[in-house]
């Protein structure tokens, strides 16, 4: 159904909220339940028969590969509801194969196919609505009350870390004290609930119906573009998106080196960067073929594109507080009752905390003083933050490195440091992909706000497997660190780097307002 409502009652917050948003906060408790135990479950049980030199290196792979392919699938689930099942559908059917997950989890505790296979069915159910939820939001808003909006993914963001700071403070002592089948089946019996309570408000919403068949759809114009010669004019954009297949082929010679997930993640990256710039240079060509205003669609999505990829280092850096991060507190002191796992909780508290402070007290403050923290700049300053914080990591390793002694409390200043440069990215990203979309992709593009994280997670994993290497590992040595500290200076590298560029490109960046009209 569609709900329509009158101006006034348009005016005031959707009734319907509550209930996307305690769907979210069970959802979230379920995700990182698991997530945060995950690294330490498979160095303590599941991966017990490998080598113990191995294990962490391996937990961190299959972590970060996990991470990907939640981040990976939200591909299929924004296109699934864009254009055949609508966001409504496609969310409750792939939360029942979350739950699956969930199950396999607790059941195949002791078997590692079983086990993966969980991780894969969560995966694609999580990674299917992680998009679809958020855009669902933003579905029960139009232009008179937009100006909500951003108040509402500001709350969205919040029950997400309120679900996260629980998950990430009892998930390990129940994985302590009572195994590995109730610790991971918690968050199943917390995924049901959220289905259910998604379910249950399914009269109240705003349904935006799919867009099937368009011939102006966004490949369509990127097609035409791309395939239609002018004469007298070269075809620059086609020989640059043939580049970027050939490059993606021969990535796949990399499965060995890199392994099947992150090869393929690379074919994904080349194809959509190269097929983007191609398609950038060669875009008027679809005119006339397509209406200006599918056109001028595709050229404001690739602009967003531009975005989003500049902040893929950020993301490389803040999903390693879910590995990298653990196995440094691993070799720090604390008490004896104290899970390495549970410093994570840290994040969700501080989100929590920023949130309400940031908007009550910093930014209005700011505006008072004359300077205005738009959504881009906040987005540069976060990745900015998060590039600090890996800065303070690396030279806490040095400390440990050298033989010292270091508490797990100082773990505190790079995870607040981490958190405020989330909540500049994370919580402000969620309201601008979805108010730069057009109108027929949302979905589309809250997926590839999300495939962000997934690259970020790639680079990852290029990192690991490129220190395997013998000639890498002898000449990191040559610097007098440890792989592992070298490792930390080079992302916060890549995350200032990153964060100047993205000021740079923010400069001539132009908003636009594509929320639905009342």
């Known amino acids: 159904m569609t709900q329509n409502t009158g101006h006034a009652e348009q005016a005031k917050m959707p009734p319907q909220i509550p209930y996307i948003i305690a769907n979210e ?102 990674g299917g609505i992680k998009p679809l939820v958020t855009s669902f939001v933003g579905d029960q808003f139009d232009q008179t009350n937009r100006k909500l909006a951003q108040k509402v993914f500001d709350g969205f963001y919040w029950i997400i870390n309120f679900g996260s700071f629980f998950a990430s403070l009892l998930m390990p002592l129940f994985l302590k004290q009572l195994g590995a089948s109730v610790a991971f089946g918690i968050p199943g019996a917390l995924m049901f609930i959220a289905t259910m309570i ?49 490059l993606a082929i021969g990535s796949l010679f990399l499965i060995p080196a890199i392994g099947l997930v992150a090869a393929l993640c690379l074919v994904l990256v080349l194809m959509l960067g190269f097929g983007g710039m191609g398609a950038w240079m060669q875009l008027d060509r679809a005119r006339g073929a397509h209406p200006d205003e599918a056109v001028d669609g595709v050229r404001s999505v690739l602009r967003i594109l531009v975005v989003f990829a500049l902040v893929t280092p950020f993301w490389s850096l803040f ?61 540069g300053l976060g990745i900015a933050f998060s590039g600090l914080a890996w800065i303070v990591v690396g030279f806490m390793q040095l400390a440990i490195d050298g033989g010292n002694s270091i508490d797990i409390t100082w773990q505190i200043l790079p995870y607040a440091l981490l958190t405020f440069g989330e909540v500049l990215v994370s919580a402000t990203g969620l309201e601008f992909a979805y108010s730069q979309a057009p ?17 970020g997670n790639l680079w990852v994993l290029l990192a690991n497997s490129s220190v395997k290497s013998t000639a890498v590992t002898e000449q990191i040595k040559t610097t007098g660190i440890s792989v592992a500290a070298f490792q930390m200076f080079f992302f916060a590298g890549f995350a200032l780097l990153a964060a100047l560029l993205f000021a740079l490109y923010a400069k001539n960046y132009k908003m636009l307002n594509n929320y639905r009209k009342a």
């Open 25 to 126: 906060g069970c959802e979230r408790f379920s995700f990182y339940g698991m997530r945060n135990i995950l690294t330490s479950f498979l160095i303590t049980s599941l991966l017990l028969s490998m080598p113990e030199n191995m294990r962490a290196g391996m937990a961190k792979e299959v972590f970060h590969t996990f991470v990907i392919g939640v981040y990976f699938f939200p591909l299929l689930g924004g296109w699934l509801a864009d254009r055949y099942f609508g966001k409504y559908n496609t969310v409750f059917w792939l939360s029942l194969v979350y739950c699956a997950g969930h199950a396999c989890l607790a059941i195949f505790e002791d078997n590692r196919n079983g086990f993966y296979t969980g991780l894969f069915l969560i995966a694609l159910g999580s």
């Open 198 to 246: 998604f379910w249950s408000g399914r009269k109240k919403y705003v349904h935006v119906p799919p867009v099937s068949k368009d011939p102006h759809s966004f490949l369509n114009v990127v097609r035409t573009a791309l395939t239609t010669k002018v004469a007298g004019q070269s075809n620059s954009g086609t020989l640059m998106a043939w580049l970027g297949a050939v």
């Open 319 to 379: 999903d390693q507080k879910a590995s990298t991060w653990v196995l440094q507190a691993d070799l720090m002191t604390k008490p004896s009752w104290f899970q390495s796992s549970q410093m994570q909780a840290l994040n969700p508290m501080l989100v929590m905390l920023l949130i309400p402070f940031n908007n009550l007290i910093l930014y209005p403050m700011l505006k008072r003083m004359g300077v205005e923290l738009t959504a881009l700049r906040r987005m």
């Open 439 to 455: 109108l027929a992709m949302k979905g589309v593009i809250m997926s590839f706000w999300n495939l962000s994280v997934t690259i």
